[in-house]
């Protein structure tokens, strides 16, 4: 959010609606209390006011207002909501800059980010390319190693991307042997990315541009003449409805203009595709999916001549995910015939064959595989935590990858013939630290382990599970001082959920949430369905028809965490970004009564219109579409935008979005706040913080990301009555 320059005069905490009431005051911690009477002695220049249209549409014999559309207008290009989006902030910054402990807390965080990050290697020839950040660097930088053990050379940093920090690195990719470095750069956090090539061994930056290139994969033909690419149509703009993905080939040395088109579905206009080459060069692969699951067509082209024709590999329901290749011989994990996932051969010289199962369904979740040196490596999640085994090409097992611990790994990848591969590994106390795994020998070796500015033996993590309201049961991670879980006192709580599109939550470190365990905080997460930790049927259980389910399960947390007294009745904050924000906007609505406060963080929340936006379109497959009768009324019976109920009194709620956000555009959330302040829901606060120049949140620099968390932690920290303090 820009930051504005407010006196102390013009900071205020009550609103709109009415003074503090008696309810309200009464479930005040007693903690802020003398701070809340000073804040709120402040004064109360309520919300800015919001244009309301007498819109109503009717779909399906249902009438639905929409009394806010007009700001589904880009900030960026229109006067009057770039207008609204000022006023709101002004308001909104002069409440946070209010809030106590608010920058003891940046501080804090600031400390805690302090420490060196690496990114997990990876080879080209002889060389070895990674991302490092010695700290507080608002960007990482990427270096390259000649050689295993050799010193690290600068390849590109924030200062050559651009002056103002504005441009990051986004993805890159070295060819095989090295000599060149593929790799896109997004400015302001936009899903819209450049190409750019450099020449390894002088640092040089090649003339040829790639623009407008998005959701896509780089892939190197295999003698390093050229790549792979996928675009839109260069001319859509950022708040458009994206269709007609295509793949490209770029040869070096040539203009974008005369790339040459690989592979397009117009018949199928919602399809993605994304390209692969074979290790050996010898075949293109692409994959196409709908929505964010693992994708579902698999379509070869042989490389060896350059007329060859695109011929289907898989097409039908289940989902496949590249592993490897030998030859003609493709590998694939897939939940064709097995919903926790299998390891299968395709054969790209007779693409009608049926496959040939390599590694059986297992009780866990395979969630991924690579080829590396030889070898499989098979990713399992086992009761909550990472596990590796090795097999070899016959599908027998070898032995186990070792863990430093009980956590999350991810990596493992590299080509079939490298020696090693690397990994990360991480926890919720614990920094990503990078190993190297010789396949052979099946050790593991320090590649990177940073030094610390905290000890991770002061905190506990458990995993528990709870009954939600059908009887299922859910995983839950509790994270909290060692201090704090002996004392066995209710304590305030940050409850973090997702559910959604197969993707497994999983443990992973935050040095902003760890400020906030620091504080004596407890951080809950939980496993929802709709997401990838018990293979397709978790994940179905929780999308389309059974939504519902991912709320019920958030609910059923946030009641569990009452009733085991791991917090207290005004204690509970929750916290969603993305699908997430959707959970928690749908859950407001539901149940306002079991929150103090609420994080929702560029969240979809008017679930009516959400295809009518740049991707939405690929969400339909975990939402439903809104233009099937069936499909509407389950959307609009938990979209949040739609169901703020007046007359119910809801917890303090701070909404986030970035003014560039080009993957769930910013008028999901000015919308939803909107129709918030409007409502009579209660003397709370009900803010949206807009952030200008940013996107959905990749690529943001350090330095935004801490000022973001810092004022959602000290904003959920006010409400709960955590005490922040300076350490």
């Known amino acids: 959010m820009a930051k504005l320059h407010i006196t102390a005069a013009i900071g205020f905490i009550a609103f709109c609606h009415a003074s503090v009431s008696a309810d309200d005051a009464v479930s005040t911690p007693p903690s802020q209390q003398a701070d809340a009477a000073i804040v709120a002695a402040r004064g109360a220049p309520g919300y800015p006011q919001t244009r309301r249209q007498s819109l109503v549409e009717t779909h399906f014999g249902v009438p639905v207002a929409d009394p806010y559309r007009w700001l589904e207008q880009d900030p960026r290009a229109d006067p009057d909501v770039a207008a609204w989006v000022a006023a709101q902030n002004e308001v909104t910054e002069a409440y946070l800059a209010a809030l106590p402990g608010r920058e003891a807390l940046r501080a804090r965080m600031a400390k805690l980010y302090d420490y060196e990050r690496y990114g997990v290697p990876r080879r080209g020839g002889d060389r070895y390319f990674y991302t490092h950040n010695s700290g507080l660097e608002n960007l990482s930088s990427l270096y390259v190693r000649e050689g295993l053990t050799g010193e690290g050379r600068l390849l590109l940093g924030p200062a050559q991307l651009s002056p103002d920090g504005s441009v990051a690195l986004a993805q890159w990719e070295p060819s095989g042997d090295g000599r060149f470095l593929l790799y896109a750069v997004q400015t302001g956090g936009s899903d819209r990315r450049s190409l750019r090539i450099m020449d390894v061994a002088s640092g040089r930056t090649l003339d040829d541009r790639i623009e407008g290139v998005r959701y896509s994969g780089l892939a190197w033909r295999g003698d390093g003449h050229g790549f792979f690419y996928s675009a839109f149509d260069p001319a859509a703009s950022d708040q458009a409805t994206l269709r007609n993905h295509r793949v490209y080939y770029h040869a070096l040395g040539t203009d974008q203009a005369a790339d040459r088109l690989i592979y397009a579905t117009p018949s199928q206009p919602d399809l993605r595709h994304v390209a692969r080459v074979t290790d050996d060069g010898r075949w293109l692969l692409i994959q196409s999916s709908v929505g964010g699951d693992e994708p579902r067509d698999m379509t070869v082209l042989s490389l060896a001549t350059d007329d060859a024709r695109p011929r289907a590999l898989t097409r039908g329901t289940a ?19 097995a919903p926790q996932g299998r390891l299968v051969m395709l054969d790209a010289a007779h693409p009608a064959r049926a496959p040939v199962e390599i590694v059986h369904e297992k009780k866990q979740e395979l969630g991924g595989a690579s080829l590396v040196g030889g070898r499989f490596i098979l990713a399992y999640l086992d009761r909550g935590w990472s596990a590796a085994e090795i097999a070899g090409l016959d599908g027998r097992p070898i032995g186990l990858v070792p863990m430093p611990g009980a956590g999350t790994a991810a990596g493992f990848t590299g080509r079939s013939d490298d020696p090693q591969t690397f990994f990360r590994f991480s926890d919720f106390t614990l920094p990503d630290r990078i190993y190297s795994f010789d396949v052979a020998k099946g050790t593991i070796v320090p590649f990177a382990k940073p030094r610390l500015p905290f000890d991770p033996a002061d905190f506990v993590t458990e995993l528990v599970h709870y009954r939600s309201q059908d009887g299922t049961r859910v995983p839950l991670y509790l994270v909290r001082r060692k201090d704090v879980a002996a004392s066995g006192k209710p ?16 443990p992973s470190f935050s040095p902003t949430r760890l400020a906030w365990i620091e504080q004596g905080g407890v951080l809950a997460i939980a496993a929802l369905r709709g997401g990838g930790e018990y293979g397709k049927a978790w994940h179905d259980a929780g999308r389309l028809s059974h939504k519902q389910n991912v709320f019920d399960d958030f609910i059923a947390a946030a009641e569990y965490l009452k009733a085991q007294g791991i917090t207290g009745r005004d204690q509970l904050a929750i916290e969603g970004r993305s699908n997430g924000g959707l959970l928690v906007g749908a859950v407001l609505n539901q149940r306002p009564d079991l929150f103090a406060a609420a994080l929702p963080e560029v969240g979809v929340m008017d679930m009516l219109r959400f295809p009518r936006f740049t991707t939405g379109r690929y969400w339909i497959d975990d ?6 009768k069936a499909d509407f009324r389950n959307l609009l019976a938990y979209s949040p935008y739609h169901n703020v109920q007046s007359g119910r009194a809801y917890p303090a709620i701070l909404v986030t979005t970035g003014d560039s956000d080009d993957r769930v555009v910013p008028a999901h959330s000015f919308k939803y706040a909107a129709a918030l302040q409007n409502a009579d829901i209660g003397a709370r606060p009900h803010l949206i913080r807009i952030e200008t120049g940013e996107g959905h949140g990749a690529g943001k620099p350090v330095d935004k990301a801490i000022e973001e968390a810092s004022d959602l932690y000290s904003f959920a920290a006010y409400w709960t009555g955590l005490r922040i303090e300076a350490k």
């Open 623 to 628: 939402y439903g579409d809104p233009d099937r």
């Open 491 to 506: 304590a305030p709580t940050l409850l973090y959920g997702y559910g959604g599109f197969a993707r497994s939550v999983t």
């Open 319 to 337: 989902q496949w995910s590249f592993v490897g290749s030998l030859g003609d011989h493709l590998y694939f994990r897939t939940d064709d015939g």
